[in-house]
């Protein structure tokens, strides 16, 4: 079993539409949980980070974490064709080592 | 704020040559920096983690010898792959977080090609 697992996709959404991006974890001692954009042959982008149960949400954006089922959720809202790309799910077990396990990424397509 | 740049952001080199990437937080203080690798449509995998004026620590199966980092300053971190061959050639990527920070945050990224 992989430590961070998600969907490889590709998901595809219509424009408009909600987009739900899911991971999964193995270590009950994770701490902290981010997600991360990749655009084509870029570097990957900080979205948002969670470390409570619950929700945060950041404009479009909304981070679900349960601890108690080892999962960690991605919505994005109104998805627009500029959020197509690869979304990495990335754990932290020690959050001041800082050190991140990452999932290999869910593709997510946009369509007009 | 929290900016990390990377130079190169993409080179050629020879085969046997060796080729020194910077990482650089142009912003804030990082405390500690990772490098990764990526191949085409793989994911992130980390390479080593580097604390400012410490020796790196390397992940499992990454020659320290063939990848030495180099960590000089809160703002200055260095990649040197030695004797590059052809299976060296990937995507190369920095990240800086600061001391009790959750989050860190990348470099651009920097493309090898090794011929």
């Known amino acids: 079993q992989k430590e961070v697992e998600q969907n490889s996709g590709p998901l595809s959404v219509p424009e408009g539409a909600i987009a739900s991006l899911n991971c999964t974890y193995s270590d009950r001692g994770s701490q902290s949980f981010f997600w991360y954009r990749q655009y084509s042959g870029k570097s990957p982008e900080l979205i948002m980070f969670i470390y409570s149960n619950g929700d945060k949400e950041d404009g479009r954006f909304t981070a679900q974490l349960n601890k108690a089922s080892q999962y960690v959720s991605l919505l994005i809202r109104d998805s627009q064709p500029s959020d197509s790309a690869t979304y990495l799910c990335?754990?932290?077990?020690?959050?001041?080592?800082?050190?991140?396990?990452f999932g290999d990424g869910t593709t997510l397509t946009v369509k007009p | 704020g929290a900016v990390v740049s990377q130079h190169p952001s993409w080179v050629i080199c020879k085969s046997g040559t060796s080729v020194k990437i910077e990482c650089r937080s142009l912003?804030?203080?990082?405390?500690?920096m990772f490098w990764y690798r990526q191949f085409p449509k793989q994911s992130l995998m980390l390479m080593a983690t580097?604390?400012?004026?410490?020796?790196?620590?390397?992940e499992q199966g990454v020659e320290k010898d063939k990848f030495l980092i180099n960590h000089a300053s809160l703002t200055l971190s260095t990649l040197t792959v030695t004797s590059a061959h052809p299976e060296d050639s990937s995507f190369y990527i920095c990240?800086?977080?600061?001391?009790?920070?959750?989050?860190?945050?990348f470099g651009p990224g920097t493309r090898l090609t090794v011929t």
């Open positions: 580097s604390n400012e004026g410490s020796k790196a620590t390397y």
């Open positions: 990240s800086a977080k600061v001391a009790g920070a959750y989050e860190q945050y």
């Open positions: 990335a754990v932290n077990t020690n959050t001041n080592a800082g050190k991140s396990t």
């Open positions: 912003d804030f203080q990082a405390t500690t």
